[in-house]
């Protein structure tokens, strides 16, 4: 397709949208090349990879990620690509469904906040898998798929704006269409041959908010689901299988289909490919739902202004809309389940202002039971507050009634680890020193060893076994 063409397409961005508009999407993507990558993606791309590499070590224990990897391992004993944890030999898209697992299990991944989309769960793992297979793919074109990739999912995350209230979990349905593409534009297709990636993923894409809303083990697996849908979807193109055309615009595409055209695709191709998102993704400090981490922020200060949780009589936590559905429910410590952990604002709060930091053994048990904290989430009430942009994440207000009678608020509409409140370069690295630490028994010299890989990532001629053989072995 012709470049004016594109540009004529992509004017007409408001709904009804015409017929050739996914195509004229992937002949935009088509043509990006290396040195289109602006410095601050460059540096974030590679800032995503090695965050990702440290949570997916960190989840080698994490309930449900061996039993996966035990269930795979029988099915599959050869294959050209790896699973990270234990270096399994398996095929592209079962690797990339548990590198993509183990990625998400301990909630600790990234996230483009506005978007509501974890990407680097879905995209790395299926471009690892990719690029495994296919052999000798270089830094450069690596991570110039990566930044497709995020890029996409960031942009319909933000164009999609209430998937997530609507019940889809975004990281799972847009996630599987951008790291389509991002693995299409691996394997060197063309605009026709990412169309029909674009149009495979499409065809494959799914996920419930359910999972994250029931705090069940299900909702670790999604993004590896996607992952795996995505390779699929990506070598199926370039084996020539045709797919959808009107992927997007179509009347039972994903923005009808998906979305009930409740979409401002302006926001999917304006600047797409000179004004970047993928500058502007949030990195977790804390390994739980992000919805959590404002009040876990203001907890955590209200520890260091002496506060106790022998003090309190009440505590009132207000979220938006979405945020409260997603982990407002009243915690159950009954249940003895982490994910219902990882998606509770009442313990995890409870946990901040108790300890004054919430970490990996935060989530754990017998942690997740402790009687004292679930003494202070039975006085804890979250609700939908109002006041508050029902589909925003970052704010959060937190009432205390003390038992002197005093009352303590406070309110925050930053969130740490954004761009706005960003993680710094020693924070970012302690992060992935434990996770690795944590889950594979990593020394200090075998993350720094990754660390450097990634860093000089650009410079391989085999970015996969770069990664692979510097991701450390589990001890």
Known sequence: MASPNVKEMFAATSLPLPDGYSRALCANIAGWTYDMLPAPVLRNVKALILDTLGVIGGAAHAPGIPELNTRLAKWEKTGSATGLIGKRRYSPPTAAMANGAAAHALDFDDQHDPARVHTSCVVLPA??????????ISGKDFILSYAI????????GLACYNSLGKGWHPTMVFGTVAAGVAAGKLLKLDANGLAHALGMSFHQASGSAQSMRDGVLSKRLGPGFASRNAVMGAFLAADGLTSTRGTLEGNAGLFALYERNEVKPEILTDGLGSDWLTADYSFKPYPCCRCNHTPIGIGIELHEKGIKPADISAIEIGMGNVNWLTVGAPYDPGRNDIVHAQFNTAYSFARALSDGKVDLHTYRKP???????AALTAITKVIDDPAIDPTAIE???VKLTLKSGKVVEMKRDTIKGSPQDPMNDAEMRAKVRGCLEFGLGATAAEVDRLADVVASLDQSNDAARSILDAFPTQK
């Not at 990739?149 to 319909?156: C, I, K, N, Y």
């Not at 942690?367 to 904290?373: C, R, V």
Request: net charge negative.
């Open 127 to 136: 471009l690892l898998a990719t690029a495994e297979d296919i052999g000798s």
């Open 149 to 156: 990739g995020a890029e996409l999912h960031a942009r319909l």
């Open 367 to 373: 942690a997740i039971t402790d009687s004292g904290i």
């Open 395 to 397: 704010p959060a207000r």
